[in-house]
């Protein structure tokens, strides 16, 4: 009989076991009999001999090796009946760690795909991505020349690509659609380690300047506009006026993680004999030769680097200069760098949740645990063994536990669609916040250790000695030091709900910082869109000035309208234009460095509210043939131009071909974002640039609610061409706000943390007191007998719970400083040990605490001493 | 009369495989027959006797069935299963290799001491 049998046919086994017992005995008592002995003696000889029938039969059962099980659906169901006798207990139980795991399990759920699970690419791990070291520290995108070098003269990198995104606009088929894409070099996807579904990868032949123009589509886009048709590879589709070749579609599978929102790919086709070869716009990504680590990858660029510089010193020059260092890391790291530390500060806060919620579980059970003492000393008394109990305690902990994980997945489910919702868009792998193997995993292990944890500390304290001292029970004198244990993880709890009321105080004080930094601009009544022009005519540099300057004059004459003016890079939007600046005179300081490029519209000044500082704004007579003239930000006056009048002095910006003359000194507009400090920038008129820049943004100043006047200013650029896609609509206001999403986000979840936490403090401190006081009862009552006021019974109950509160607030304030040290890349003007936000949590919790305090000690005042004493 | 002595641990599991080995027996008859064989030497405690066989047919090294004895009651009579049988022949050969290396020592040291 195997083991299942023998568990599923126990009760058969029973029986049959018993009368084979009987047979043993029966049979020896007739023999003995039969040899002359009385009944009774014989009967009494064999059991003596024997030894007790029952427990013989109970060791032949253990013998089945089914014992355990059995028990623990014994301690199951037992454990079910004793937690459905109290049901507020277990409610209360159940919900708090519901809400721990519950909000655990979202938030791993999120933290997993961004920072732990491995990008879906084979041996990702091999993926790196190159970008160029500053000399402040900081990494800056590469340029086109840095790559070829790189490429060239290196091999540690079985497969190298570089990248920019490329948006071109669709017009094969009736209404035209912008698509987002990227344009890459030929190793792209050797780099990533994935091929075409259908059709070929991108061939290195092509990737010429002038070679042939060839796509490869996703396979979401093949699907929505050419309905899965296999034909298509190999015929040629309409992007820009022009005609490319579909050479390929890529697998459903394929998470191009580099740009999620990219539809489909062209060759890059660069030429280090084209200026834009130079320009700081470039991604550089690498497979790593096998055996080939990144240390040694990192030496070899490096090492290799001088030379680079030297062979195309020339290039370099007109932008920004060459390449101080290179800097090789993870994709993965690269690409979650930017929400690593605001993940891992939310994950750790949602740990501390989870333990208050286990502590304040431990405290019930331990309420509970003393609630029972009578219980288990009766159940030891007849026989129960020490471990029995502990093992009994540890099944209702985990039954707890259980059904807690259970409603916590249901609430986990809720949390990760509120937390998709709320997510800032730069969060990588978006798409990849789900419940799925891994979280469910999760869930389960802290589930069990939870459930593990909670009943362990009762457990014990309840198995310990006092057992007989449990049978007298009822009558307790005093409710002494034995509570200690509750005392302890009350104090715990305030200490943790310490940390984080602070580090949710330091953030909304860093918000509130942030936001009220003056961005250089005037946000409000601004409307902004981006006009992205497509066509063979924009080659032409006057035909493209032209548009924009007659769709600027459409847009200015509508009603609502005061200002209205382009420009090649909106604040705040995530533009990034960097070029190289050289100065004609060297003012005793670097003649070189990286500055923002603004090429503006006469207008801009006016309409973003920048104000001017010296000499004059770019206006309508700065015409393409008139001198060439810029304005520069006043950071880049005071640190370039010490004590120098910068007004009329001369500079290059990126090709030296053009010397721009300095007319005038603006105001400091935050580009990057609010918290970065005021960088280098120059205006330059859009006619005067080097090029017409094909992609501008709109900035529309007007009066009323901005954001209403949008279809109609969509419609007067459409008046001048209908074919020029619109994108990017937005309010210069929620620009600001959006560049502060990920901030706001950690913010959002660190409240409703802090809030979890202080709730869960005080309902600790409540429920400890509260039956601290029902245990005193008759102290009480003997006190207030023996002539006790009132208020002083009030203040008896009242400092016992505040002396916890502050004990705890001093040893949270340990975990605060060191937490806050975890905190800072997220926290912006204020110190990690900014006294106010210290002193404003500490009042609050040790107000909260008095508030949980106060009702049981108006209880405890209220005590009738004759009724207690009666009760006796 | 020698005094009785105590079943070293394990040996029990040995003696109940080998008085099975001679043919279907009940509980009852194996207790008798181990203190007769033993001519009474061996005190069989009864209360481990069962657990006893229960282990050995729950690791399939005996079976049983019920069936009817002389007087006409119904009992658990236990067989050797062919594993059962390996494991006899394997614990006995074990057995006396550790009796005998047991004597040689005791010889040795008698005629140490000479």
Known sequence: MNWWSRLWHGRQMDVQLDKELRFHLDQQISDLISRGIAPDEARRQVYLAFGGPTQVAEECREARGTRWLLDILHDLRFGLRSLSHRPGFALAAIATLALGIGASTAIFSAVNPVLFKPLPYPDSGRIMMIAESRTDGGARLPSFGAYRGLSDRTSSFAALAVMKTWQPTLTTTAEPERLQGQSVSADYFRVLGVTPLIGQDLNPADDRKSGPHVTILSYGLWQRRYAGDRSIVGQQVTLDDDKYTVVGIMPQTFVNALDPTAELWTLLQYDISQGRAWGHHLKIVGRLRPGVSRDQAHHELNAALPAINQIYADGFATAGGPALGVVVTPLQRALTESVRPALLAIFGAVLLVLIIACVNVTNLMLARGSQRRGEFAMRTALGASRVRLVRQMLTESLLLALIGGALGMLIAQAGIRGLVALSPADLPQLGAIRLDAPVFIFALAITTLIGLAVGLVPALQVSRNELNAGLQHSSDRTAGSRHWMRRALVVAEVALALVLLVSAGLLLRSVQRVLSVAPGFASAHVLTMQVQTSGHRFKDNSYTNQFFSQAQEAVRRLPGVNVAAFTNQLPLSGDFDVYGIKLELTNGLDDRFPAFRYSVTPGYFAAMGIPLRRGRLLNEHDLPSSLPVAVISESMARTKFPGVDPLGRRMHAGAEDIWYTIVGVVGDVKQASLDTTNPDAIYTPTTQWHWADNVLSLVVQGQGDVASLAPAVRRAIWSIDKDQPIVRVATMESLVAASEAQRRFALVLFECFALAALLLAAVGIYGVLSGNVTERTREIGIRSALGASRSYILTLVLRQGVTLTIVGVLIGLVGAFLASRALITLLFGISPLDPLTYLGVIVMLVGVSVVACWLPAWRASRVDPSITLRAE | ?114
């Open chain 2, 1 to 114: 009369m020698p005094s009785k002595s105590v079943l070293p641990q394990g040996t029990l599991d040995l003696l109940i495989l080998k008085v099975v080995a001679l043919g279907p027996i009940h509980g009852y008859a194996i207790a008798q027959r181990l203190q007769q064989v033993s001519r009474d030497a061996v005190q069989v405690p009864q209360g481990s006797l069962y657990p006893a066989l229960h282990r050995l047919e729950n690791r399939g090294l005996l079976a049983a069935d019920w069936k009817a004895t002389e007087t006409g009651r119904e009992a658990k009579f236990y067989r050797l299963t062919r594993k059962g049988r390996s494991q006899l022949e394997t614990e006995t050969e074990s057995w006396q290799r550790l009796t005998e290396s047991v004597a040689l020592v005791l010889r040795l040291s008698e005629g140490g001491a000479e």
